[in-house]
């Protein structure tokens, strides 16, 4: 397999570059820069992995113990897959019996048509063998499964917060190219301690935006962020001083990278009684109003991020109004 750069890698693997750095930052994954070429390059070594991963994480293997298979060596891998496979086998023996027993019966209803009290069929000796090692709770199959996730789904709606924005001024800084995410918090990093800006406004807040979004033919996209400031804060170049004007919107706090969680808000805001979203137009390419807000981030611009600091999360924030 040849080369591929990280927009070929996010397109053929339907996975997105923001995640792909984060393998990389994790150390699950490397990627090359070629001296005159702007794009990241993974190599064919580097490609493999990345299937490899993704085919892993399709087994719903968590992220921890794929970088532990991969640190590892044989042993733990197989040590790994043995555990995961013991508890799908006794999930699966279960439903393996229940179909056994519903098959019997079956047989036993249909070959006893003339039964009067055809249910008294379900005290037959061979039904109550087979049912003997069924445990009496919930198995996952897959009624049960929608059941849970729609459980799921309403526990984490709960965590759904309405929260009104007030109008602010912001320091803003563009950037469109490749790692955006990253040139753009740099940026931001340096004008945080540059300007001492935790001990100027220690509730200052940073918000982030795709500008312009990925698109499909393309490597690169834009990123965005919005740092408040004091009204009187003087900005040089190549920030921008802005004018936020505040809004209302359903917040849900993320642990970094699960930014996949936007899904289920956007859903959440498509279900909910009371409140809507708010997009902007769709022929803008920056994420419709949608934000980030990455939390304590003014702090840790200070501080740095000590391996036993303030764990990374994140606020997602969708524009709403009321129905």
């Not at 690169?220 to 408040?228: D, I, N, R, V």
């Not at 809507?276 to 109003?289: E, I, L, N, T, V």
Request: proline content about 4%; glycine content about 6%.
């Amino acid at each position: 397999m040849d080369n591929m750069t990280i927009g070929e890698v996010s397109s053929s693997f339907q996975v997105s570059t923001r995640m792909l750095r984060y393998y990389e930052k994790a150390g699950l994954v490397e990627s090359t820069r070629k001296e005159g070429y702007a794009y990241r390059i993974y190599d064919a070594d580097a490609v493999k992995r990345i299937r490899q991963i993704i085919i892993l994480r399709k087994l719903q293997i968590p992220l921890k113990q794929i970088q532990r298979m991969i640190d590892g060596n044989r042993e733990e891998a197989i040590c790994i897959l043995e555990a995961r496979i013991h508890a799908m086998d006794e999930n699966a023996m279960s439903i393996c019996t229940m179909k056994r027993v519903m098959e019997k019966l079956l047989k036993l209803l249909r070959d006893n048509a003339s039964e009067t009290n055809y249910m008294d069929l379900i005290q037959e000796n061979a039904i109550v063998e087979l049912t003997k090692f069924l445990p009496l709770e919930k198995h996952h199959l897959k009624e049960e499964y929608q059941m849970s996730i729609a459980k799921e789904m309403a526990e984490k709606g709960k965590s759904v917060r309405i929260m009104l924005l007030p109008p602010c001024t912001v320091a803003s800084y563009q950037f469109t190219g490749d790692d955006p995410e990253e040139a753009v918090g740099e940026v931001m990093n340096t004008f945080i301690r540059t300007n001492n800006l935790y001990g100027r406004k220690p509730d200052a807040r940073l918000f982030g935006f795709n500008n312009p979004d990925p698109e499909p033919d393309s490597s690169y996209h834009g990123y965005e962020e919005w740092l408040t400031i004091p009204d009187d804060m003087e900005v040089e170049a190549p920030l921008v001083k802005k004018q936020f004007s505040g809004g209302l919107y359903a917040a849900y706090t993320i642990s970094f990278p699960d930014f996949h969680e936007w899904n289920f808000l956007v859903e959440w805001a498509k279900n909910n009684e009371t409140y809507q979203a708010d997009f902007y137009g769709r022929d803008r390419k920056d994420m419709s109003g949608c934000m980030e807000e990455y939390l304590n981030s003014v702090y840790s611009s200070h501080i740095g991020w000590p391996e036993n600091g303030i764990d990374g999360q994140v606020d997602l924030l969708l524009p709403i109004k009321k129905r």
